[in-house]
C-alpha cells in the first residue's frame, strides 16, 4: 500500500507535464498487484517462478529468488545477516 500512496501523490503534486504517469495509470497498474507471503512461489511464465524471502533488514522487505528448472538467480536488495 506504501508503494500505491507514492504513486499517487507523485501522479497528483507533479506539474503536469513533470508527471510520469497519471493517477488512471496508477489504478490500472495497481490492479494487476498480485500480494505474495514470504516463501510463497509463483508462476510467472515461461517455465520461471519467483519466492519472495524476508530480507531481515526492514519491515516488509523481501529478496527474491527467480528460477526455472535449469537456472537460479538472487536479487538481494539491503539485508540483514546474523552472524555468529
Known amino acids: 500500500q506504501i508503494g500505491r500512496l507514492l504513486m ?11 508527471r510520469c504517469y497519471t493517477k488512471e495509470e496508477v489504478d490500472r497498474a495497481m490492479r494487476r498487484v498480485q ?22 533488514y526492514c519491515l516488509g522487505g523481501a529478496n527474491w529468488v527467480v528460477e526455472s528448472p535449469t537456472h537460479k538467480v538472487s536479487i538481494v536488495g539491503a ?3 546474523a552472524l555468529p
Do not use: K, N
Open 35 to 56: 500480494g505474495l507471503s514470504f516463501g510463497q512461489r509463483r508462476d510467472i511464465g515461461g517455465g520461471w517462478w519467483c519466492t519472495p524471502h524476508p530480507s531481515g
Open 79 to 81: 539485508s540483514a545477516v
Open 8 to 18: 499517487e501523490e507523485l501522479a497528483s503534486y507533479m506539474e503536469p507535464g513533470a
